[in-house]
T-cell receptor, first 120, second 113 residues
């Protein structure tokens, strides 16, 4: 079954600690995304990547870092600089938009089942 | 950038009745509008989407309408069932930026038996 796998499902962070959330996809998608979801809020974009070894900041990138060394994998690190890390983190992937200027976001995004991060 | 407003935040309907969720967007260049359903503890699942060259799209009990002039789009669910209870998100994109989707804040749909 093709899909997106996020792990772990629950994660706890201590003060001053960096933690890394895993996201793996076997859909052969070029684009991958990380979103943050807070209670009663929509999804806010943290980082996205259109291709291996390249990624761009989204709306709320401060305190987060990513890497894209493989097409299938897009891990997110929540650093100690992120002062309010408690949230539900969602990873998504999509094929690229067409060449005719339709943009990255014009394709359906497929989501994993999230990682819930809490502070100890 | 794009801004998406979604209403209502909570919607309670009797089983078998119809439900309508509305969204407005700000960027007239946006041309792709998906709807997602999210169940508790899960990631959002795409249920239907529409592009700006189409005014309406249906898939069984679900339909989406788009009014480009007014910059709003709506999700219609007919003959609601208990399994329709979830949080629904609208989104918009394609306005020329590379940021991906901009989401509304969600509607908690409650189906009353």
């Amino acid at each position: 079954d093709g899909g997106i796998t996020q792990s772990p499902k629950y994660l706890f962070r201590k003060e001053g600690q960096n933690v890394t959330l895993s996201c793996e996809q076997n859909l052969n998608h070029d684009a991958m995304y990380w979103y943050r979801q807070d209670p009663g809020q929509g999804l806010r974009l943290i980082y996205y990547s259109q291709i291996v070894n390249d990624f761009q900041k989204g709306d709320i990138a401060e305190g987060y870092s990513v890497s894209r060394e493989k097409k299938e994998s897009f891990p997110l690190t929540v650093t100690s600089a992120q002062k309010n890390p408690t949230a539900f983190y969602l990873c998504a992937s999509s094929i690229m938009g067409s060449r005719q200027g339709t943009g990255l976001g014009n394709q359906p995004q497929h989501f994993g089942d999230g990682t819930r991060l809490s502070i100890l | 950038g794009e801004n998406v407003e979604q209403h209502p935040s909570t919607l309670s309907v009797q089983e078998g009745d119809s439900a309508v969720i509305k969204c407005t967007y700000s960027d007239s260049a946006s041309n792709y509008f998906p709807w997602y359903k999210q169940e508790l503890g899960k990631g959002p699942q795409l249920i239907i989407d529409i592009r700006s060259n189409v005014g309406e799209k249906k898939d069984q009990r679900i339909a989406v309408t788009l009014n480009k002039t007014a910059k709003h789009f709506s999700l219609h669910i007919t003959e609601t069932q208990p399994e329709d209870s979830a949080v629904y998100f609208c989104a918009a994109s394609g306005g020329g930026g590379a940021d991906g989707l901009t989401f509304g804040k969600g509607t908690h749909l409650i189906i009353q038996p």
